[in-house]
């Protein structure tokens, strides 16, 4: 995967400390990993992220950070 080209947020800091989600697209899948751990990817579609984005963002998960 040294060929992947892996992109973070733009809100995400440089520096020690500043772990983020970080993201990568394949010609068929979504790669994801957090950068402290970046030899640990998920891979998913892009149908499986969109949904899951769309559930985040309509508050279908608020219910477990409280």
């Known amino acids: 995967m040294s060929d992947i080209q892996w992109q973070k947020s ?3 800091a440089d ?3 500043n772990n983020c989600v970080e993201l990568a697209r394949t010609p068929d899948s979504i790669l994801l990993r957090e950068s402290d751990e970046p030899h640990a990817v998920i891979t998913t579609t892009p149908a499986a992220l969109r949904a899951l984005t769309h559930a985040v ?10």
């Open 10 to 12: 733009s809100y995400s």
């Open 15 to 17: 520096g020690p400390g």
């Open 57 to 66: 963002k309509a508050g279908r998960f608020d219910h477990v950070s409280r």
